[in-house]
């Protein structure tokens, strides 16, 4: 069998393979906000693991410290691990964001990956709700996306990836969850957005849409007997979601496997969008 790779045709590229080990990350550093509990914890720890360098950015300084300390000591488990740095940040806070990147900058050196994980779920129905709860859930979860792929272009190289996390709430609506809804649709779409414009940069730009996840800002659903049974009920797997379960959907997006993926939201949500 002939060695040579056969010559690009007419709609046909023959590129390099991809060689990445699943999901190869090794030696990039990364930013994950709201990474003191929840989702972002888990992703910094997962990315720790797989010999990732994190700044984990949280409103939450002391439970980022607490965080940061907890996944260094589960990361001492493999060999080379990645390096975790708690920093203290107000995602709604442009400014915030730069001093993040230059966290990252001055720890390690460069910047290749951004998790745009933090967010609030104010719940109110539509007498109820009220300017402050609006402005935060659209100040927190989308300007808080925006200033960090803001933050994030600033100082990536081409070939950086950024991911944000939007949700099942950005195309299905549910009682209670105006703000949260219309902010979780603003994110894909400016996920869209940022993918067209930073692409002339070489950088990548996606989002997970997750469903019920099982952590402390669903909380509430897991407590309540009722609530629990209306949510399983709209998940045709029938269970909620653990963290975990959205790390490797995460990584991938990060990974070079990804590398032909853009502004694309991936569904981790147990097929709850159908429903
Ligand atoms: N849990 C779910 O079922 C679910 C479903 C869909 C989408 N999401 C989204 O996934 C992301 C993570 O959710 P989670 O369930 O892990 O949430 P969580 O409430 O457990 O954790 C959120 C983290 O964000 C931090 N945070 C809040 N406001 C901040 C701010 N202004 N600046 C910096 N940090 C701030 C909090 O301190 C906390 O550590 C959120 O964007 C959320 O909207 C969650």
């Known amino acids: 069998m002939s060695e040579t790779p056969e010559p690009a045709g007419p709609g046909r590229v023959v590129g390099t393979p991809v060689t990445a080990a699943y999901p190869d990350l090794r030696g990039k550093v990364a930013v994950v906000t709201g990474a003191a509990r929840g989702m972002g914890a888990r992703f910094a720890a997962a990315l720790a693991v797989r010999g990732v360098d994190v700044v984990g950015a949280d409103i939450d300084a002391d439970a980022m410290a607490v965080t940061a300390k907890e996944i ?113 649709a603003a994110v894909a779409h400016l996920t869209e957005s940022l993918a067209v414009e930073l692409g002339d940069r070489g950088i990548r730009v996606n989002a997970i849409a997750p469903g019920y996840i099982d952590t402390e800002m669903t909380r509430w659903v897991r407590e309540d007997k009722a609530a629990l049974q209306h949510a399983l009920d709209a998940v045709p797997l029938h269970r909620l979601g653990s963290p975990e379960e959205v790390v490797g959907p995460l990584l991938f997006l990060l990974s070079d496997s990804a590398r032909y993926v853009t502004g694309h939201s991936i569904a981790v949500d147990g097929g709850s969008r159908h429903v």
């Not at 951004?114 to 989308?142: H, K, M, Y």
């Not at 960090?148 to 709430?169: L, T």
Request: charged share 20%; proline share 4%.
């Open 72 to 184: 260094t000591a589960e990361a001492a488990a493999v060999v080379r691990p990645g390096r975790v740095v708690a920093a203290r940040a107000d995602v709604t806070k442009a400014d915030e964001h730069e001093a993040v990147a230059q966290v990252a900058l001055a720890e390690f050196g460069r910047l290749d990956l951004w998790v745009n994980n933090a967010g609030i779920f104010p719940f109110a129905e539509v007498d109820a709700i009220t300017p402050e709860q609006i402005r935060a859930a659209l100040s927190v979860n989308v300007e808080g996306v925006l200033f960090g792929a803001q933050a994030a272009a600033r100082h990536m190289r081409p070939g950086g990836a950024i991911v944000n996390m939007s949700s099942v709430s950005a195309v299905r609506v549910r009682r209670g969850r105006g703000a949260y809804c219309s902010s979780k």
